[in-house]
């Protein structure tokens, strides 16, 4: 806290140099030189207010095992947070004691940007330094792992993984009352459950990972119970298997009841407005980038064959919402390609095939290039696809494939979108591997974010046009 609390003052006493000196002839103050002093006062304001933020935000609670980029958010979070505590502070004091004058702006933009970048550096540097002290082996915590089974031994291989932490397994208890069991992945099995408080009394440790079986939750209540006697951290794994999960699992306090996440989708609050966001603007600019090669395209549709140019199948998206997508028609006549969709007992024998007799030339060049899907960029206005998600799929093989592929409805927790993870990475078609595709679909469900959908976009450019197996 010393550290952070000269880091904020330096800030402050840069702010207010750099907006009054430095760019003082770039950006004239309104104030008088004497009133310079005024802008003073936000310098020895800031400062408490501000740990009064990091403190709301929890930026000191001690969690060796997180990670640098949850620790850099709670950093930005708790200087705007301190920023907005102290303007309205001033504010509220300024006609009582400063006869109204009014503080810079500059000032306080340029605080918030020095602050949070020589935190967001010292934090790092300081991280860097105690993982080196961690490696030679100081600031090192013992634990004891309750659990000989697959979870115990997931759990040790999982911390051992993490070195970085500074935590590191002492030996093992089992998860049985009695144990003839001496070792376990190379440390010492120190007995049963049965003989904790004995085993806890003649070793020193500072926590104690309880990763027994599911099978065996029932002694869960009681461990904990005696664990309450002894000043060491406690932590439950929960025998889960991670496998299908949308995101990662994530505890929460909801009025003092605990609740443990497992499915959850990654676009609810900011994270939904943000992509949507994304999606009309993207969605907008791309339609006036390609208005005239569409209009083009569908001139060409048009001469190729009867019916209508553009095409409109049924489809499943966010939480298994019926909505038609668009498409340019590819096949000579629309019957064949409404056929060729609402043929259910084919199953994805329905699916068109190489050299298929029933698409068109123009057709054949428009799915080649992926151009034939250029209309759904109108569901993605209508807010019904997104740019970037699973690729949608027809009701009838969905209600198929959720029997026949554990795990496969999970991407409906997401919107559908008109590129993917699987696409971008050459899983198109009816020639590759469906599990490969749902693996690559859960993956980005489970890891979404903002970047991870540039990324793609950007992978898309490159990729996710021409492909060997679009046909």
């Known amino acids: 806290m010393a550290c952070d609390t000269t880091i904020i003052i330096a800030a402050a006493l840069i702010a207010y140099h750099l907006r009054f000196f430095t760019f003082s002839e770039v950006i004239p103050p309104r104030d008088e030189v004497f009133k310079l002093a005024t802008h003073m006062i936000p310098i020895f304001v800031v400062c408490p207010l501000t740990f009064l933020a990091a403190f709301m935000v929890g930026l000191y609670q001690p969690r060796r095992d997180q990670r640098f980029q949850y620790e850099a958010i709670s950093i930005i979070k708790t200087v705007g947070l301190g920023l907005v505590i102290t303007v309205v502070v001033l504010s509220f004091f300024k006609n009582i004691l400063f006869e109204g004058r009014h503080y810079s702006g500059w000032q306080f933009a340029i605080f918030a940007c020095v602050a949070t970048w020589m935190l967001l550096l010292w934090r790092l540097v300081f991280r860097i330094t105690v993982r080196l002290l961690r490696s030679r082996g100081w600031n090192l ?60 009394d003649t070793t020193d440790i500072s926590g104690v990972f309880i990763a027994i079986p599911g099978g065996t939750g029932k002694l869960l209540p009681d461990l904990i119970r005696r664990l309450e006697r002894y000043p060491l951290d406690v932590r439950v794994i929960p025998d889960m298997n991670p496998k299908f999960l949308t995101i990662n699992m994530a505890a929460h306090d909801l009025d003092g009841m605990p609740v443990l996440s497992v499915r959850e989708s990654p676009l609810g609050g900011w994270g939904g407005i943000t992509k949507r966001t994304m999606d009309l603007i993207g969605g907008l600019v791309l339609l006036v980038i390609f208005a005239i090669p569409m209009l083009a395209i569908g001139l060409a549709v048009r001469m190729s064959g009867k019916g209508s140019i553009i095409f409109r199948q049924e489809r499943m998206s966010l939480n298994g919402q019926h909505f038609k997508i668009f498409k340019f028609r590819t096949m000579r006549h629309a ?107 859960l993956f980005y469900v489970r890891n979404w974010s903002f970047m991870f959908d540039v990324r793609i976009l950007w992978m898309t450019i490159f990729r996710g046009f021409v492909d060997p197996n679009a046909y």
């Open 335 to 441: 019957d064949s390609e409404r056929l060729a969709i609402e043929d259910i007992g084919k199953g994805t024998d329905a699916w068109t095939k190489p050299n298929d007799e029933r698409i068109t030339p123009v057709g054949k060049f428009l799915r080649r290039t992926s151009l034939d899907e250029l209309p759904q960029l109108f569901n993605v206005v209508l807010g019904e696809m997104s740019l970037v998600g699973p690729r949608p799929e027809r009701p009838e093989l969905i209600e198929q494939f959720r029997e026949d592929w554990r795990g496969y409805m999970l991407r409906q927790r997401v919107k559908a979108g008109m590129t993917g993870w699987a696409q971008v990475n050459g899983l198109r078609g009816s020639s590759t591997s469906l599990r490969k595709r749902l693996q690559y679909d």
């Open 141 to 200: 915590r013992h634990v004891a792992i309750i659990g000989t089974g697959r979870l115990g031994q997931v759990a040790y291989h999982t911390i051992q993984r993490n070195s970085w932490t500074g935590i590191k397994p002492a030996y093992f208890i089992s998860h049985h009352e009695t144990t003839s069991r001496e070792s376990c992945l190379d440390l010492p099995v120190k007995g049963g459950i049965s003989q904790l408080e004995e085993i806890l």
